[in-house]
């Protein structure tokens, strides 16, 4: 089945340790990126990378780094967490990065983070 | 700048009346936009996208430039309906990068 996938679903962790954010899409998609999302804020891109080894900031980047060294996967790092980071990300992959109303974005299931 | 606005946090009907959920865009170019859902439980999916001109579950969307609206409309609202819908614009400034509205939660009455 075609689908992007994020692990953990749930996290909770405390202020300052390290945690990673796995995603994975099995589409072959070029283009991936990653969402937090807000209440009252909707979904704001934290990063996103056009293909393998390219990668770079979205709105709000502050916090978080990615790496992209295989095409199929995108992991988000919080290398010292904050309580201001506390919220679900969201994973999502598309074919190309090319401007296309038919380039749809498929998203992840979602990942809910606590920073205490 | 672009910028998604759907100034409806609560959008709460009955089962069967008409359902208009807002969208405002503001961009520079000509907009390409989209709307995605959020069941519960579930992850964000494509409901419709503008350039198709399709209606999905019974879900229609016009573009309108001269207002600058891409309103969400349905006649006869379902149960299932309920859900969050965002409103998204596709940008140009790098790559495939959608640009997404606060969202509204649209909650169907029995």
């Known amino acids: 089945e075609a689908q992007v996938t994020q692990n953990p679903r749930y996290l909770i962790t405390v202020t300052g340790k390290k945690l990673t954010v796995t995603c994975s899409q099995n589409?072959?998609?070029?283009?991936m990126s990653w969402y937090r999302q807000d209440p009252g804020l909707g979904l704001r891109q934290i990063y996103y990378?056009?293909?393998?080894?390219?990668?770079d900031k979205g709105d709000v980047p502050e916090g978080y780094k990615v790496s992209r060294k295989e095409k199929r996967n995108f992991p988000l790092i919080l290398e010292s967490p904050s309580p201001n980071q506390t919220s679900l990300y969201f994973c999502?992959?598309?074919?190309?990065?090319?401007?296309?109303?038919?380039?749809?974005?498929?998203f992840g299931p979602g990942t809910r983070l606590t920073v205490l | 700048a672009q910028r998604v606005t759907q100034p409806e946090k609560l959008l709460s009907v009955f089962k069967g009346a008409p359902v208009e959920l807002k969208c405002n865009y503001s961009y520079s170019g000509s907009p390409e936009l989209f709307w995605y859902v959020q069941y519960s439980r579930q992850r964000l999916q494509l409901l419709l996208r503008h350039i198709s001109r399709e209606s999905i579950k019974g879900f229609t969307a016009d573009l309108n430039k001269g207002e600058t609206s891409f309103h969400l409309k349905k006649p006869f609202a379902q149960e299932e309906d309920s859900a969050m819908y965002y409103c998204a614009l596709l940008g140009t400034e790098y790559g495939n990068k959608l640009v997404f509205g606060a969202g509204t939660i649209l909650r169907v009455k029995s």
């Open positions: 990378s056009m293909n393998v080894e390219v990668t």
């Open positions: 999502a992959s598309s074919l190309t990065s090319g401007i296309s109303s038919y380039n749809e974005q498929f």
């Open positions: 589409m072959n998609h070029e283009y």
